[in-house]
């Protein structure tokens, strides 16, 4: 297939698919998505390394698995099994971020399972994974998960489009919530990814159809409450980043066109108001979709679909400003999508789409990167969703 042909086909699955400072700096967020950012400010390698998996999702329609690899302490990776989750994949692009996600303490995996309309949830051992629940999404096609204390929470992006709550019991089993299923703001959103703020007060979601950002409160019982909205600073919203005091930092792929794309930063408060901070700020690449913010909160990586690279910022963690520090900080392989650091973003890691394969980076403390030796290839073609821990 020409060059030229694949990246059409990428671009189209990533389209399916000022200052303001908290007097409370305990007023931290502890949200999981398919990135990590507890935005301490001290260096980007501060926690060491923790379990040392790297895992991503088969997504086929026969059967879906969870794909894990085992992290060496130089960033290398070596596959370790492959589990299946007790659902189906979609077989195709989903045009989303937030597939796959490591509980807040490390214990627990969530996965979507498009292709069925499930979820799934594993233990996390020194051995692998132990498969604990598979159950019903609460809708169609979901695509992305978050997940705070033990309140779960799906995007569906098929059909209507909803999002739905769950509870993460002491056994890790899931249980879905009663009278938790909220809409979004139109039935044909184009959703991409749901992750918690706040602290756990408020749900936010990407809908690349109709260029908007939602919130909902969510209130004691777990519940969504009031919805707000945002049309986005420019069109194409799609992944995003939480950070610290409500901050955001959301990819804006303008549907595509070469050259456009663009990061801004946003800021949720805690009624769910939302405004932007700055922004758009080019990337000057193109199809800026998937979007991971260093545990420090200085930096910023978006991997660029058509560009066939990824895009670094470097942020203020407080008041959310942000400035480009390299449109292209480092070459990845064919269509990258996907993008996850580890605990300590030591490492960055992204799958390509297009060349099935996962290309490792090292993180210098100045926020370079530094492609790893030893790229994983032979992936599913359907491949989705990536974490590290």
């Known amino acids: 297939m020409a060059y030229t042909t694949i990246a059409v086909v990428l671009?189209?699955?990533?389209?399916k698919e000022k200052s303001r400072l908290e007097n409370?700096?305990?007023?931290?967020?502890?949200?999981?998505?398919?990135?990590?950012?507890?935005?301490?400010?001290?260096s980007i390698?501060?926690?060491?390394n923790n379990r040392g998996f790297v895992y991503t999702l088969s997504n086929e329609t026969s059967g879906n698995k969870v794909i894990t690899y085992k992290r060496a302490a130089n960033g290398s990776l070596t596959y370790i099994a492959s589990y299946a989750s007790g659902g189906n994949g979609s077989g195709g692009g989903l045009g989303n971020q937030g597939a796959v996600i490591?509980?807040?303490?490390?214990?627990?995996?969530?996965?979507v399972n498009a292709g069925s309309n499930t979820i799934s949830s594993f233990k996390i051992t020194g051995n692998g994974l132990n498969l604990k629940s598979t159950v019903s999404s609460g809708g169609i096609t979901p695509v992305s998960i978050a997940q705070h204390n033990d309140l779960v929470y799906v995007l569906n992006a098929g059909g209507n489009g909803n999002i739905s709550g769950f509870r993460l019991g002491e056994n890790d089993k899931l249980t879905p919530l009663s009278s938790s299923t909220r809409p979004l703001s139109s039935s044909m959103a184009g959703a991409a990814q749901v992750s918690f703020v706040r602290n756990g007060k408020v749900l936010v979601i990407t809908e690349k159809a109709t260029n908007k950002i939602i919130t909902y409160t969510v209130n004691a019982s777990g519940r969504p409450e009031a919805m707000h909205s945002i049309t986005a600073a420019s069109p194409t919203p799609f992944g995003f980043a939480p950070g610290r005091f409500?901050?955001?930092?959301?990819?804006e792929a303008v549907g595509g066109a070469p050259n456009a794309s663009n990061v801004s930063s946003y800021h949720i408060s805690y009624n769910g108001s939302i405004s932007l901070s700055e922004g758009p700020v080019a990337t000057g690449q193109s199809a800026a979709c998937w979007v991971v913010l260093t545990e420090n909160g200085r930096y910023i990586y978006t991997t660029n679909t058509a560009s066939n690279n990824l895009s670094s910022y470097t942020v203020h963690p407080f008041n959310g400003n942000i400035n480009l520090f390299q449109s292209a900080a480092a070459t990845s392989g064919m269509g990258p999508i996907d993008a996850a650091l580890t605990d300590n973003s030591k490492y960055l890691y992204v799958l390509n789409a297009g060349s099935h394969s996962i290309t490792g980076y090292s993180v210098a403390g100045n926020g370079t990167l530094t492609v790893l030796p030893g790229t994983i290839t032979g992936l599913p073609a359907s491949t989705n969703g990536l974490a590290a821990d």
């Open 11 to 15: 671009l189209a699955s990533c389209q």
């Open 24 to 42: 409370n700096f305990n007023e931290d967020e502890n949200s999981v998505t398919a990135n990590k950012s507890s935005g301490e400010d001290e």
């Open 45 to 48: 390698s501060q926690r060491g």
């Open 102 to 111: 490591i509980s807040n303490d490390g214990n627990v995996l969530l996965a």
């Open 246 to 251: 409500g901050n955001i930092y959301v990819s």
